[in-house]
């Protein structure tokens, strides 16, 4: 069984806690393989497990209400605004699963591929190393088994393992925060101007491709569908338990990072 939670909107460092605690549960066989759905309560930039602050615009962020947290997972920095989250979290001895996180993390795309056919999205997965621009924005270039749409990087997302647990979380963009992403970067005028200007013609959205939005009920019913058709599991609706709950207020500190002067 797959227990699929659909969630709503928190602040960025409870959605990086819930999704660690989940994945703690998971990993000690106190939870099925788990896929959560959620979004957040502000615009949120979310740095990967080992960046730099250094690389991102405070100053910005404060003067747009913008707030930031910091992932467990690796990877560069993401803007989440009009989009739905993702969390995929399942044990490593899972038997559809590869042992790599490469290998994984193709299978999870797949999944997604074959869900996103039901909302008359039709996407592709990324099969060659692409290079980056050397900046601190994860949508510059999609990594190898990332999702694309006639060649434009879609789904960002990203992966952390350890000897229990698989946790890989992912943006899903309803609508892409372009300006505000760029304008997230400590970066000079000219090399935001090249960067929004790459963006611009790289990266894809749901209203771009359907001239709509969709709800989280919407994707969940896709979600059913696909992940039963790759990981040939039962997909049912659940929500935390009260120890997933208990945990995911422990760890809220650990995401928090305070921009106040």
Same mark, same amino acid.
């Given at each position: 069984?797959?227990?699929?939670?659909?969630?709503?909107?928190?602040?960025?460092?409870?959605?990086?806690?819930?999704?660690?605690?989940?994945?703690?549960?998971?990993?000690?066989?106190?939870?099925?393989?788990?896929?959560?759905?959620?979004?957040?309560?502000?615009?949120?930039?979310?740095?990967?497990?080992?960046?730099?602050?250094?690389?991102?615009?405070?100053?910005?962020?404060? +003067? @747009?209400?913008?707030?930031?947290?910091?992932?467990?997972?690796?990877?560069? /920095?993401?803007?989440?605004?009009?989009?739905?989250?993702?969390?995929? #979290?399942?044990?490593?001895?899972?038997?559809?699963?590869?042992? +790599?996180?490469?290998?994984?993390?193709?299978?999870? /795309?797949?999944?997604?591929?074959?869900?996103?056919?039901?909302?008359?999205?039709?996407?592709?997965?990324?099969?060659?190393?692409?290079?980056?621009?050397?900046? =601190?924005?994860?949508?510059? /270039? =999609? #990594?190898?088994?990332?999702?694309?749409?006639?060649? $434009?990087?879609?789904?960002?997302?990203?992966?952390?393992?350890?000897?229990?647990?698989?946790?890989?979380?992912?943006?899903? =963009?309803?609508?892409? =925060?372009? $300006?505000?992403?760029? @304008? +997230?970067?400590?970066?000079?005028?000219?090399?935001?101007? $090249?960067?929004?200007?790459?963006?611009?013609? &790289?990266?894809?959205?749901?209203?771009?491709?359907? @001239? &709509?939005?969709?709800?989280?009920?919407?994707?969940?019913?896709?979600?059913?569908?696909?992940? @039963? $058709?790759?990981?040939?599991?039962?997909?049912?609706?659940?929500?935390?338990?009260? +120890?997933?709950?208990?945990?995911?207020?422990?760890?809220?500190? &650990?995401?928090?990072?305070?921009?106040?002067?």
């Amino acid at each position: 069984m797959i227990r699929l939670i659909v969630d709503t909107y928190h602040m960025g460092s409870w959605n990086m806690a819930c999704d660690l605690a989940i994945a703690k549960h998971v990993g000690k066989g106190c939870q099925p393989t788990t896929i959560r759905l959620y979004g957040w309560s502000l615009p949120t930039l979310s740095l990967g497990r080992f960046q730099k602050m250094d690389d991102i615009d405070l100053e910005f962020l404060r +003067s @747009n209400n913008i707030d930031i947290v910091r992932r467990p997972t690796g990877g560069r /920095a993401v803007l989440h605004h009009k989009e739905i989250t993702y969390l995929f #979290s399942a044990p490593v001895t899972h038997p559809i699963l590869p042992k +790599s996180v490469i290998g994984s993390y193709k299978i999870i /795309a797949e999944a997604l591929i074959k869900s996103l056919e039901h909302l008359n999205i039709q996407c592709d997965v990324e099969k060659n190393k692409n290079k980056h621009l050397n900046t =601190p924005a994860c949508y510059d /270039a =999609p #990594s190898i088994y990332e999702i694309t749409i006639d060649k $434009k990087k879609f789904i960002g997302s990203a992966q952390y393992r350890n000897d229990h647990y698989i946790l890989q979380h992912g943006s899903i =963009p309803i609508e892409f =925060p372009l $300006k505000n992403y760029v @304008n +997230s970067f400590n970066l000079t005028k000219d090399k935001k101007e $090249k960067l929004f200007n790459h963006l611009k013609d &790289r990266v894809i959205d749901i209203k771009s491709v359907l @001239n &709509r939005t969709i709800s989280f009920e919407e994707l969940a019913e896709a979600l059913k569908i696909g992940f @039963n $058709k790759i990981f040939n599991d039962v997909v049912v609706i659940g929500e935390l338990s009260d +120890s997933e709950y208990a945990l995911t207020k422990k760890l809220v500190e &650990r995401f928090d990072i305070d921009i106040d002067e």
